[in-house]
Structures are given as structure tokens and as C-alpha cells.
């Protein structure tokens, strides 16, 4: 059964306990064989991870750099653009508004049905002058075209 | 935005071999561990380490390393030969060995060591090869894991642990030099 300390040990060899908490390990280990095997093993499985030297040969590490630096330029329409959350909610919501008035303001106006077009409206004539008539008008929507009568 | 070419090589020269070596123990796998130390560094130059203070390069290299192994473990679950590993790390340390036998053993050992290290729990090898080999504190290797320092304490310990273990199992075994040097030879 591992003493409880053991995780302690893992700690002071890596330099992470503070100096209080370094010395009462260290003086706990010096009383306990299990901690000092611990100990030992511990450092010996580092010497061990350290020992592997499998360093890349001087020619695929010079391959490597020049693989990066011919790659690493990419042309404009090619790269990658990083735009934060609400800037991208931004930009669809832009987007939507500026559809949603294009769709208002760019389809026609569907025509008035005769039925609900308002009644012509009635001139009163002048006095001496020939009568007008509104002999044309579209609805009343937008404007009245008058045509004055040439007289006989 | 593109990093200076000068500042790039020299950043290149100098995480290179060690990234290479961390993810070699990571990953088992030599090859896999220079295509990603080479993707790693390659993001690195196109991000642009000018954006970096100088301090922090060597950390943001190792997170993007450690993201694309993880996706490369995740990805592929490979059967490491031990007698390939061994084949390739022994090498004769003198033109006459003074005693092939423990060479044999030393090499088998190495490759061992590196086997057990790959049946760990990726966190716990990680945090552990993060220590040992690149010498990072805790707090370091909290922020290339993204994890808490406590999971980084907690990981190093247990995988040192289980280390130790399965390395004192192995030791009690007997090894037969005359089946290594059969395995060796053919």
C-alpha cells in the first residue's frame, strides 16, 4: 500500500511545493522507506524520459522549414479571416435588414382593383370656361390627369 | 499575416527538435510526430508570431501540437511492434561494445519505456512528457492543456505512478538474453 504522501513527493521533485510544505516532505521522507523508493523511482523514470535523444536529422529538419516557408504565403481570397461572434451577428443582421427593404422597395406596387378605387372626383365648372374632365386618373394613388376640351 | 522569414528560421531552430521528440513519446510514432511539428510551426508562421510576446511562442506551439495529436490519437489506434522501436533506437555506443548483452537490454529498455509511456492516459502522458522533456512548470503545462494546475498535479502523479508500476512489473520479470538476441537477429 503507497503512503499518502507519495503525491507530495511528486511534487517536490518538480519544485512545486512551497518551503514549508518542501521541508515537512523532505523530513517526512527521511523517515519513510516507501517515499524514499518513490522518490528514487520517480527521478530515475525522469532521467529515463530525458535519456530518449530521437532528435530529427538535420535534413528533414531543414526540408521541414522549407516546406513552411514556401507554403506559408497564401494568396488573399485564400486565407483565413477570424471575426469574433457579434461581429458575424452583426454582419447577418445587416444582411437580412438590407434584403428585407430591397424586397420592400423594389418590387411594384400591385394595382387597385377597379372596385376600390375611389370615385372620380367632380369639377366644378369655372363659369365661361369649357367644362374639364377628369377623364383619366389611376386611382387616385398618385395623381389626376386633366384634359381641357377644345372648344367647338 | 506572415511571419519575418529571419525571425521565423530562428524560431524554428529552436522548437523543432524538442516538439518533434515530445510528440515522438506522445504519439509513438516518429513519422506522425514530424508531419505535426511541422503543421504545428506552419500555423505558427501564417498566424505570425510578431502577435506573440516572445514568452508565450513556445507555449501557443505546444497547445496547437498538443490539439493536432490529440486528433491524431483519437483518429487512429496503431499496434506498436516493439521489436521495430528497438531495432531502430539501438545503436552501438562504441565501434566494440564492452558488453552487447546489457546494450541489448538498455535498448529494450528505452523501447520499453517508450511503450508503457503510450499505454498511459494521453492526459496524464501529455502533462508528464510536459514536465520531464520540456521542463515546464505546472502552471505552464495548465495552459497548454487547458486544464487547472490541480489536474495537471494530479495527472503528473498518477501517471508517474502507473509508470513506475508497470516499469517494477517488468523488472521482475527475467529477461532471456537468448530470446532477445534470436528476436535481433531475425
Known sequence: ?152 | MATDKDDFTAIFTELYPGLCRFLDCLLGDNSAAQDIAQESLLRLYRYGAQRLPRGEIRFWVYRVARNLAYNEISKSSRQVRLLERVIALFRPQSAQPSNPEAELVAAEETGLLRELLKNLPADQRTALLLREMEEMSYQQIAAVMGVSESKVKVDIFRGRSLLRERWQAHKRRPINIDQLKKRHRG
Open chain 1, 1 to 152: 500500500m503507497n503512503c499518502e504522501w507519495h503525491d507530495r513527493v511528486s511534487a517536490l521533485i518538480d519544485g512545486e511545493l512551497s518551503a514549508a510544505a518542501a521541508a515537512e516532505t523532505r523530513a517526512h521522507i527521511a523517515h519513510c522507506p516507501q517515499c524514499s523508493d518513490a522518490e528514487r523511482e520517480f527521478l530515475r523514470l525522469r532521467d529515463e524520459i530525458k535519456a530518449y535523444q530521437r532528435d530529427p536529422d538535420p535534413v528533414t529538419m531543414k526540408r521541414a522549414l522549407n516546406t513552411i516557408l514556401v507554403s506559408g504565403h497564401r494568396p488573399l481570397w485564400r486565407r483565413e479571416v477570424a471575426l469574433p461572434l457579434p461581429a458575424i451577428a452583426l454582419i447577418t443582421l445587416l444582411a437580412f435588414a438590407g434584403g428585407a427593404l430591397s424586397i420592400r422597395y423594389l418590387t411594384p406596387a400591385a394595382p387597385v382593383p377597379e372596385e376600390a378605387r375611389p370615385a372620380a372626383p367632380r369639377i366644378k365648372d369655372a363659369g365661361g370656361e369649357p367644362p374639364t374632365e377628369l377623364l383619366r386618373y389611376d386611382g387616385g394613388a398618385r395623381a389626376a390627369i386633366l384634359v381641357r376640351k377644345r372648344a367647338r
